[in-house]
């Protein structure tokens, strides 16, 4: 069939320009203008005869391929309504698409029809078998998906993904033990293969064994020139099982220290709990054995030395990353250090470095944010409202603009009304810990729905770096309740959250620890963690 050569032409042209793994805007926008090229030549031909089913299932492939479900949903469901029953092989196409969108989806029963209806047209597709064997998995119906996941390997003795399944199956069980024969022997055949030691990875993680599973994910990176997947397995087992992950990627580095990937990815892991301590030890590393000279590992380093209050170095570092790159982060990371290595009063050096971030880009939302808060340290508070304008105008949902002017409206310009407006606009903007609802909440004087905001991002956001524990601590010290705020804040420090800078500077609204401070117990709780701010492995 032309048609669909011409679709798969149309599917590769899109592909081919979405594998660059730091895309630009360029990128991003050309991307853009290829796949509306090709939905309009699609569009083009339904428009001129909508009965042909043909061009409505390529259509509908494009759809899949762009994560519209909906739209791909409503065009192969036309399509086999459409199809003759003698055209079997599209028609099986079709219901596989259609499995596969159901999938997506999570109807499940009506994957599960389509699939048996896929099945009686081919029975001989392994692919087929493949889904089915898949949805019993899901769905928890262990011996037919081992009895589908047998017919495959019946056909393909090697075929690692059935080896996979009969894995998960018994892992399901409980009989590791059978699970780790079906792993290994994958792992065995097939030792170059990244898929395969994903897949261990996985079982070794049911079986509870984290530290071997970050090991396997490990390896994956080192088989492959894609290290996408296993590094976001890293980073998704360490918010659960950050030691394993960590001492894991520190033995990869002593047996092989000059691999910088190892470090890399421990230090952005690090990082994202704020461990800025422990992240900086390794990008030290990076830098000293000269492993990468580029200009995020220097970015990075700033930051972590910002955050340790350490800001001659952070300068150092800032200024080796805008050599290399020109982005508005960067400057807005300068800006926050000059004003600290001038001891929070060196304006000009801080707007000057956060004017270059918004030449580079008038709306990023954090340079506006920068801008406004050096404003407000300067009392010029109407000109801080117009920088925050800005921001909301250009990210209606950006709940730190919304916060800050509304306290900038309540307690500077005393117009409650409008400040009220701005709080109530955060309410409809989330519910996670980045909303920062509590303090809206707060605001608006009800008390309980905070607190109780306050103790759900602590319980959905389980991370090892404390940050939640951190913002629950400083919406209680604003609520008046030192007690219950200092216990935030040790359980912060004890799941090693790393920001001196917020835990003895900071006094930006809303989110610090200014009037935790002031509390008797408050150094004294510190210097109990001053791990927490010393660089370590």
Not at 140 to 169: C, M, S, T
Not at 183 to 205: C, D, G, H, K, M
Request: charged share 25%.
């Amino acid at each position: 069939m032309k048609l669909k050569y011409l679709f798969l032409a149309l599917v590769f042209a899109v592909s081919a320009s979405s594998f660059s793994a730091f895309a630009d805007d360029n990128d991003e926008e050309l991307k853009r203008k290829i796949n509306e090229a090709v939905m309009g030549v699609y569009d083009k031909h339904l428009t001129q005869d909508p009965s042909n089913y043909e061009v409505r299932f390529a259509r509908a492939n494009q759809y899949y391929f762009n994560g519209e479900y909906e739209n791909a949903l409503a065009d192969v469901s036309r399509c086999i309504s459409e199809t003759p029953e003698k055209e079997s092989d599209l028609l099986f196409d079709e219901l596989m698409l259609r499995a596969k969108l159901y999938d997506e989806l999570n109807q499940l029963n009506n994957e599960n029809a389509d699939l048996k209806r896929a099945f009686t047209l081919k029975s001989s597709a392994l692919n087929c078998v493949d889904m089915m064997a898949k949805l019993a998995l899901k769905q928890n119906e262990l011996e037919i998906a081992e009895n589908n996941f047998n017919v495959i390997l019946r056909k393909e003795p090697n075929n690692f993904d059935a080896l996979y399944g009969l894995a998960q199956v018994e892992a399901k069980r409980n009989n590791y033990e059978k699970a780790f024969e079906y792993a290994n022997r994958a792992v065995a055949t097939f030792p170059a293969e990244q898929q395969v030691y994903l897949n261990r990875s996985n079982i070794l993680e049911m079986s509870g064994q984290y530290d071997v599973a970050a090991q396997d994910l490990i390896i994956a990176m080192s088989v492959s020139d894609d290290v996408s997947k296993p590094i976001a397995r890293l980073v998704e087992m360490s918010d659960t099982h950050y030691n394993a992950v960590m001492s894991s990627l520190q033995e990869a580095i002593d047996k092989a220290p000059n691999v910088g990937m190892f470090y890399y990815v421990r230090s952005a892991i690090a990082m994202q709990h704020q461990h800025y301590g422990q992240a900086l030890r390794n990008l030290r590393s990076i830098i000293s054995y000269n492993l990468y000279d580029y200009h995020t590992v220097y970015a990075n380093a700033a930051r972590c030395h910002y955050e340790l209050m350490q800001y001659d170095e952070a300068l150092v570092n800032i200024n080796k990353a805008i050599e290399q790159m020109y982005l508005p982060e960067y400057f807005v990371l300068k800006s926050k250090i000059e004003l600290m290595r001038g001891k929070g009063n060196n304006y000009k050096a801080a707007t000057d470095a956060v004017e270059q971030a918004l030449s580079l880009d008038k709306t990023n939302s954090d340079a506006l944010l920068q801008m406004a808060r050096l404003l407000l340290a300067q009392r010029k508070d109407k000109e801080a409202v117009t920088q925050l304008d800005a921001a909301i105008k250009a990210h209606p949902d950006c709940n730190e603009a919304l916060l800050l002017r509304g306290w900038l409206l309540k307690y500077r310009l005393n117009n409650v009304s409008a400040a009220n407006l701005d709080f109530a606009t955060i309410l409809q903007n989330g519910v996670n810990m980045a909303s920062l609802r509590g303090f809206a909440l707060h605001e608006m004087g009800r008390a309980d729905e905070a607190r109780a905001w306050a103790q759900q991002i602590i319980q959905d956001n389980p991370l090892p770096g404390g940050e939640s524990y951190y913002n629950a601590a400083a919406l209680l010290s604003d609520m008046g309740d030192n007690a219950a705020a200092m216990k935030y804040f040790e359980s912060a420090l004890a799941n090693g959250y790393g920001s001196l800078f917020n835990v003895k500077i900071n006094e930006v609204p809303y989110v610090n620890l200014k009037l935790l401070r002031r509390d008797s117990g408050f150094n004294q709780m510190l210097s109990n963690y001053q791990s927490n701010f010393q660089e370590r492995e």
